[in-house]
């Protein structure tokens, strides 16, 4: 049996694939799924055994909800050509404010979900942080619902604490990957493999979940040995770009340290 | 049964702490540790039951293995005080070149654990990467004999690869946490819960295990959305040391990808 909900999906990237399938899992019915790149909309339309559309125009005007999955970039203009009767209208944003609907809904918000989407990768959804806000306590409610049959992780935040939760997202979760990024081609340079990291990985990751970051702070900036630092620091004498960022985030460990 | 070996441990840090134990649970005899701290020292000797001693004169001279497990700079002042009559003489430090020993010792290397080491938090030993080094066959041969029955990841690495892996784990494990500090700190500043971002940082390791770091970047410098860059070093504008460092990480991560 589905939910009573009558939801459009705009938006295919990997957002709208994972909500899809998380709709999907609660039972929620997708009645419609609008994107302006037919190939990709259409596929994910398809798996959902539900309508397509690229033309903005023809998008149902009564659905409870419509939920905007794409870039950031492409949320107002969606906004500016979308016209619907009732309804209620969010979009998927960490960073989007609120405000990019006043005016032109009656009763709109956010429902951000808070993890890194790759379209191959399966989920736990129900662990998924879900931050939600909206216009009007009548809009919270209704989101809340949805948001709630999704996961049990739903927290209510305003748009400035989103935008620090996103920042904070993008350091703990993009940055790092990155790092990772930089490791293995430190590695690859001297044909070893990433394999050699994973324990160390993995045992930072579990501290960091189990106990504070600050407290589990180790490393050669943290027992302010310079030594080490400045020997780190000629040996990426051939990658300046690396060696810089050593010496910053370095730097900004000792001081952190000396603070406290 | 214990083996046969008769061990000397330098040191009672972090490293220090763990590797007795992963000795004891080799059923390796510590015969004494020395460390230049007393109370330290002599906990650790108490724990392992057996000698202890701040005078380095007072080392015993025919241990088969004398572990140096102290900070780099502190190793080459033990190598300059201490006198034994055989046995092989190794450290534990990422950094430090196996030169250090040359001219001083007959049988020398390096047994260096790629882990982060907290006193208290318990490890699955016989996972943890084991870098060694030696400056003869006989003399590794025996080294990986130890660090076999420590251990079932055991590496042989010269000391230029040694350097850059820990260079690498500098990156993957010392910053990253870094990182996480720095969203902690600023989820805090909005009485935000470090909690909220868990499942992303759990994600954001799960798929560095599973596939290539590269492959897994996700977030606002990999889609080039310079939008949601700028939000947030406008965010940023009262922190203006995370601000840049958000800049330049973001810079990269985006030059990166268009080399690509």
Redesign the interface.
């Known amino acids: 049996m589905t939910n009573k909900y009558n939801i459009v999906l705009l938006g295919s990237g990997?957002v709208a694939f994972h909500l899809a399938e998380m709709l999907k899992l609660s039972d929620i019915n997708i009645s419609q799924i609008y994107n302006i790149n037919e190939k990709s909309g259409k596929e994910l339309a398809q798996k959902y055994n539900t309508n397509f559309t690229n033309n903005i125009s023809n998008i149902n005007k009564d659905a409870d909800l419509y939920i905007i999955a794409v870039?950031?970039?492409f949320i107002e203009n969606i906004i500016d050509k979308l016209t619907i009767n009732k309804g209620v209208i969010v979009h998927t944003s960490?960073?989007t404010d609120i405000n990019v609907f006043a005016g032109k809904f009656e009763n709109y918000g956010i429902l951000y979900p808070?993890?890194?989407?790759?379209k191959e990768?399966k989920?736990n959804y129900n662990?998924?942080?879900f931050?939600i806000e909206a216009n009007s306590s009548k809009t919270i409610d209704f989101i809340n619902n949805i948001a709630c049959l999704i996961s049990n992780?739903v927290?209510n935040?305003n748009s400035?604490?989103r935008?620090?939760?996103?920042?904070?997202?993008?350091?703990?979760?993009?940055?790092?990957?990155?790092?990772?990024?930089?490791?293995?081609d430190?590695?690859d340079?001297?044909n070893?493999n990433?394999d050699?990291?994973?324990?160390?990985?993995?045992?930072?990751?579990r501290?960091?979940?189990e106990s504070?970051?600050?407290e589990?702070?180790?490393?050669?900036?943290?027992?302010k040995?310079l030594?080490?630092i400045n020997?780190?620091l000629e040996?990426?004498e051939n990658n300046k770009?690396i060696q810089?960022?050593?010496g910053?985030?370095s730097e900004?460990?000792i001081k952190?340290n000396s603070s406290v």
């Open positions: 990997n870039k950031d970039i960490g960073t808070l993890q890194t989407f790759t990768i989920l662990e998924i942080p931050l992780n927290t935040t400035e604490q935008k620090l939760i996103h920042i904070a997202a993008v350091f703990a979760c993009n940055f790092t990957n990155y790092f990772y990024s930089i490791a293995d430190l590695l340079k001297q070893l990433f050699l990291l994973k324990p160390l990985i993995k045992e930072t990751t501290k960091a979940i504070k970051p600050k589990n702070q180790t490393g050669p900036a943290k027992r040995d030594n080490t020997k780190h040996t990426l770009e810089k960022l050593y910053i985030i900004m460990i952190s």
